[in-house]
């Protein structure tokens, strides 16, 4: 039997419970929620990473669909809403396929039916306004972690790829984190800054993820996490979710893209402009600095130190697609996570070790956030801070 065999008849017990997916979004924008448009019932592979094929032949038994909204839309609550209801609206269609999950007796349950566990999460503290209530409102319609930033600072929260502007958290940043934990909500620390992360740790009782990061130490992108981060994972009893993204996975590409960015500001343009002026330039550049790529061994090499610095019980898979322009070779969609586990078991991980790292890790921090939750519910009521009381200047 091949390490892929093995690989494969291990997902077949023990799937990949993935951290994040925004196949909601790429809907959005590429058809407008026109499922018809873009049936995941069928190969969609000329458009998508993702339909149920792939997840099917890559061994996904759980995927957090990320609900994500850009920060500079007018009203994002209203999108997280649109968005919220893409996944249900799948859910609906593929009832065969898709099971609604909310909590880690959910995952179990459909893992045992040969469903896949659909989840949700938030991609960014600004889906919810400033407000207690707003969270609260996520949660009760099935939202089960919020990623605190995305690439923008919110008003009580640093994100890993703007400048500094609260130092970490504010007051209301650590009371929405408090919140979370009342709630069974998962606090997401992809996308912040180093500062809030320690925060977030410094502040959660229950266990804390990384939904979709991999590690600084191996490709040094404020994106990643730092080793000193890794490391107080057991001690929260959360988990750090690799991702495939090439920019955050190669130190080749992370150069390559700056390189990139910055040729495109010799031109007067900005690195987000996607204007065909933009994109001819950016084309000119990548046909004489070839575009460095990522591969199966690039990722296995951040789980290793991952593993080194925070134990195989804390990590998990969050691969970003449909999130992503770009991914590695053998992990082009997602009916390529047999390819990783293969390349594992080729490094000397054993069974148990993976099975840890598809499923078990992700449902154990999930139920040990609702534990934790139950037990605060005795004895806290709802916050109703505001980001006004908490964080007003003061003198």
Partial sequence: MTSLDEARALLAEFPVADGHNDLPWALREQVRYDLD??????????HLHTDIPRLR????????WSVYVRTDLPDPVAATLEQIDCVRQLLDRHPRDLRPALTAADMEAARGEGRIAS???????????N????????YGLGVRYLTLTHNDNVDWADSATDAPRAGGLTAFGREVVREMNRLGMLVDLSHVAATTMRDALDTSSAPVIFSHSSARAVCDHPRNIPDDVLERLPANGGMAMVTFVPKFVLQAAVDWTAAADEHLRAHGLHHLDTTPEAMKVHRAFEERHPRPVATVSTVADHLDHMREAA???HLGIGGDYDGTA??????????????L??????????KADLAKLTWKNAVRVLDAAEEVARALRTTRPPSNATIESLDAPTG
Avoid: C, K
């Fill in 37 to 46: 448009a873009r049936d995941v019932a069928a190969d969609q592979s000329a």
């Fill in 57 to 64: 032949a890559g061994g996904v038994g759980a995927q957090y």
């Fill in 119 to 129: 989840l949700m999460g938030a991609e960014g503290g600004h889906s919810i306004a």
């Fill in 131 to 138: 407000s207690l209530g707003t969270l609260r409102g996520l």
């Fill in 311 to 313: 134990g195989i019980d």
């Fill in 326 to 339: 770009f991914t590695p070779h053998g992990l082009d969609d997602v009916s390529g996570y047999p390819n």
């Fill in 341 to 350: 586990l293969a390349e594992l078991l080729d490094r000397g991980w054993s």
